[in-house]
């Protein structure tokens, strides 16, 4: 049982160029989560989805887009990467209605954007 | 409304003496307070967690009080040992929304 799978698991880059995160669960979630660590900062939301086809914005969301054509899969776009997007980036999958929002999260992806 | 707040931002014990995390919300509508235990390189993984109404849940030495007046909640880890070393987020959720405190980093001496 895979879980949560994040791809890739570093990546660098240089300013203005674009790139893509992919987060693929196995669990039948129906909520997938986007999360930025840095330090002293905690886990802030960018982007998340209730279920295929759809998505919201959290607290973080400018410079990123998200796109959730598949149950499965939840993926993260950055477009014109800038220094400050140099993160590591969380994917969680929780399952809902009903029961307790408990999240599965991925192994992370570190970004580095020079 | 929608911040939890944490403290300390580290703490350093010594093998099995007491950790202490205390978190903070304001929001009341939050049902679900859940605690994520993260180690280097890793994902944060769901520790143990407590719904409003109960004011003490158990499991092992990991031990979760609430104070449902205060709007404050704590994690207690008991015989603290260095693999409990990690980093330890509290949270707050309703629904599909779920609010992260800052996270302290617990470092545990042998």
């Known amino acids: 049982n895979a879980g949560v799978t994040q791809t890739p698991k570093f990546r660098v880059l240089k300013t203005g160029q674009s790139m893509t995160l992919l987060c693929a669960q196995d669990m039948n979630h129906e909520y997938m989560y986007w999360y930025r660590q840095d330090p002293g900062m905690g886990l802030r939301l960018i982007h998340y989805s209730v279920g295929e086809g759809t998505t919201a914005k959290g607290e973080v969301p400018d410079g990123y887009n998200v796109s959730r054509l598949k149950k499965q899969n939840f993926l993260l776009g950055l477009e014109s990467a800038a220094p400050s997007q140099t993160s590591v980036y969380f994917c969680?999958?929780?399952?809902?209605?009903?029961?307790?929002?408990?999240?599965?999260f991925g192994a992370g992806s570190r970004l580095t954007v020079l | 409304q929608q911040q939890v707040k944490q403290s300390p931002q580290s703490l350093i014990v010594q093998k099995g003496g007491i950790s202490i995390i205390n978190c903070a919300y304001e929001n009341t509508a939050f049902d679900y307070f859940p605690w994520y235990q993260q180690f280097p390189g890793k994902g944060p993984a769901l520790l143990i967690a407590?719904?409003?109404?109960?004011s003490e849940k158990k499991e092992g030495r990991f031990t979760i009080s609430f104070n449902k007046s205060a709007k404050q909640f704590s994690l207690h880890i008991m015989d603290s040992q260095p693999g409990d070393s990690a980093t330890y987020f509290c949270a707050a959720s309703m629904g599909q929304n779920i609010v992260f405190g800052p996270g302290t980093r617990l470092s545990v001496l042998p």
């Open positions: 969680a999958s929780s399952t809902r209605p009903g029961g307790a929002n408990v999240l599965t």
């Open positions: 407590i719904r409003p109404d109960v």
